[in-house]
Antibody, heavy 119, light 110 residues
Framework: QVQLVESGGGLVKPGRSLRLSCAAS????????MSWIRQAPGKGLEWVSF????????DYADSVKGRFTISRDNAKKSLYLQMNSLRAEDTAVYYC????????????WGQGALVTVSS | EIVLTQSPGTLSLSPGERATLSCRAS???????LAWYQQKPGQAPRLLIY???SRATGIPDRFSGTGSGTDFTLTITRLEPEDFAVYYC???????????FGPGTIVDVK
């Protein structure tokens, strides 16, 4: 079965960096677009970034553009999110999600990784 | 940006009742790219409906989605105890950002 497991969350000071990882299993990882979606405490869902199966197509939300970098290693079946210049408003649970075949919906989600940005 | 508005914000119902949730888009959404998710406290969202009306794998048939253009509806025909949760709609196809979510509808016990 499809499994997505995030890691790398934690407490970090404003302006510092953090890297999230997502280990995938149960499907052909390189076939799927992947995405990061976040949820601030008590708030709704916000799409952050996506990457195509080959890694050649990437996009970001305006709120993270220039600070966050999405990448993937298909040999390791892993997705990454490098987060630089973190701000208090980046505090959220970050979910790794697989895009469905039509690439319009998120058909599997990880359990989430909490990132807290605070001094 | 395509903005999604969900109503009502909170729906208070009893088990066995019918729930009707609305999602309205600020501009037309390609039906293939309208999805609904369920989220319970402390859990990740779960895909319920994709393509506006297709149930995801393992989703009971009491969940159904309809709509096109700017107006979409999620219906739960008879609420089970495990259906009390937050429901989000989501679209793909707008520009900057390509994916947006609605603010959610809370379905709670009356």
């Amino acid at each position: 079965q499809v499994q997505l497991v995030e890691s790398g969350g934690g407490l970090v000071k404003p302006g510092r960096s953090l890297r999230l990882s997502c280990a995938a299993s149960g499907f052909t990882f390189s076939d799927n677009y992947m995405s990061w979606i976040r949820q601030a405490p008590g708030k709704g869902l916000e799409w952050v970034s996506f990457i195509s199966g080959s890694g050649s197509i990437i996009d970001y939300a305006d709120s993270v553009k220039g600070r966050f970098t999405i990448s993937r290693d298909n040999a390791k079946k892993s997705l990454y999110l490098q987060m630089n210049s973190l701000r208090a408003e980046d505090t959220a649970v970050y979910y790794c999600a697989r895009l469905g075949l039509a690439a319009g919906d998120f058909d599997h989600w990880g359990q989430g990784a909490l990132v807290t940005v605070s001094s | 940006e395509i903005v999604l508005t969900q109503s009502p914000g909170t729906l208070s119902l009893s088990p066995g009742e019918r729930a009707t949730l609305s999602c309205r888009a600020s501009q037309s959404v390609t039906s293939s790219y309208l999805a609904w998710y369920q989220q319970k406290p402390g859990q990740a969202p779960r895909l319920l409906i994709y393509g506006a009306s297709s149930r995801a794998t393992g989703i009971p048939d009491r969940f159904s989605g309809t709509g096109s253009g700017t107006d979409f509806t999620l219906t739960i025909t008879r609420l089970e105890p495990e259906d009390f949760a937050v429901y989000y709609c989501q679209q793909y196809g707008g520009s900057s950002p390509p994916f947006t979510f609605g603010p959610g509808t809370i379905v709670d016990v009356k």
